[in-house]
C-alpha cells in the first residue's frame, strides 16, 4: 500500500510540476535521491520520508505563480494533508508526513524523517551544478544579474544554515566554498 501512496504523490508532484513549473526536475530528482539515501542511511521509516519528500513542494508553482512563495510550506502541507486523506493508513503516518512537509525550511526537528528530508531539500542549492542552473532560471525569467545573484547567494545561505547532519555538511561543505567564489567572484 505505501509503494502505491509513494507512486501517486510522485505522480501528483510531476504534474504539479509540469503546471507550474516548479521546483525544477533536477531539484526535485536531486532531493528524492538524497532523502532516500539518507533514510537507509539512518535507518528510519523509508516510506515516510519518500513520500515526504515529494510533497514537500507539491505547492511551490502554484505559491510562486500567486506571489505566494512564502506561503508555498503551508500550502504544501495542506495540499498534502488533503492528499493523504483519500487513503487509509494510520493518523501516526499522516502526522509523520506533515512533519516532513512543514519542516522543510525549518532547524529543529523532533522526528529524524523531518530532518531528513530538510537536509535532503538543502541539496537543491548547495549542489554546485544545482545552484547553477537555479541561477540561470532566474535569468531566463528576466530578472537582472546582480537581482538573480543576490537571490541565489539567500538561497544558498538559507539552505546552509538549517543543514542539520553531519555527513551532508561533510558532502557540501566544497559544494558551499566553490558558491561562495563564484558570488564573490562575480561581484567583484
Not at 130 to 153: C, I, Q
Not at 155 to 166: C, F, Q
Not at 172 to 176: A, E, G, I, Q, R
Given at each position: 500500500?505505501?509503494?502505491?501512496i509513494i507512486?501517486k504523490?510522485?505522480?501528483?508532484?510531476?504534474?504539479?510540476?509540469?503546471?507550474?513549473g516548479l521546483?525544477s526536475?533536477?531539484?526535485?530528482?536531486?532531493?528524492?535521491?538524497k532523502?532516500?539515501?539518507l533514510?537507509?542511511k539512518?535507518d528510519?521509516?523509508?516510506?515516510?520520508?519518500?513520500?515526504?519528500?515529494?510533497?514537500i513542494?507539491?505547492k511551490?508553482?502554484e505559491?510562486?505563480?500567486?506571489g505566494k512563495?512564502?506561503e508555498?510550506?503551508?500550502?504544501?502541507?495542506d495540499?498534502a494533508?488533503k492528499?493523504?486523506?483519500q487513503?487509509?493508513?494510520p493518523?501516526?503516518?499522516?502526522?509523520?508526513?506533515?512533519?516532513?512537509v512543514a519542516?522543510?525550511?525549518s532547524?529543529?526537528?523532533d522526528l529524524k524523517e523531518a530532518e531528513i528530508?530538510?537536509?535532503?531539500?538543502?541539496y537543491r542549492?548547495l549542489?554546485?551544478k544545482?545552484?547553477?542552473?537555479?541561477?540561470?532560471?532566474?535569468?531566463?525569467?528576466?530578472?537582472?544579474?546582480?537581482?538573480?545573484?543576490?537571490?541565489?547567494?539567500e538561497?544558498?545561505?538559507?539552505?546552509?544554515?538549517?543543514?542539520?547532519?553531519?555527513i551532508?555538511?561533510k558532502e557540501?561543505?566544497?559544494?558551499?566554498k566553490?558558491i561562495?567564489?563564484?558570488?564573490?567572484?562575480?561581484?567583484s
Open positions: 500500500m505505501m509503494e502505491d507512486k504523490a510522485e505522480e501528483y508532484a510531476l504534474s504539479e510540476i509540469e503546471k507550474y521546483p526536475i533536477l531539484n526535485f530528482n536531486t532531493s528524492n535521491k532523502a532516500e539515501e533514510a537507509k539512518f528510519v521509516d523509508e516510506n515516510i520520508v519518500k513520500i515526504g519528500i515529494r510533497l513542494d507539491i511551490l508553482g505559491a510562486a505563480k500567486q512563495i512564502n508555498h510550506v503551508k500550502m504544501s502541507t495540499a494533508e492528499f493523504l486523506s487513503f487509509n493508513i493518523q501516526e503516518t499522516k502526522i509523520k508526513i506533515f512533519k516532513c519542516g522543510h525550511h532547524t529543529f526537528w528530508c530538510a537536509n535532503a531539500d538543502c542549492f549542489l554546485v544545482n545552484w547553477l542552473v537555479f541561477l540561470h532560471s532566474l535569468g531566463e525569467r528576466g530578472d537582472e544579474f546582480e537581482k538573480s545573484l543576490k537571490y541565489a547567494k538561497k544558498a545561505e538559507e539552505k546552509w544554515n538549517i543543514l542539520s547532519l553531519e551532508c555538511k557540501l561543505t566544497s559544494h558551499y566553490i561562495r567564489e563564484i558570488i564573490n567572484k562575480a561581484k
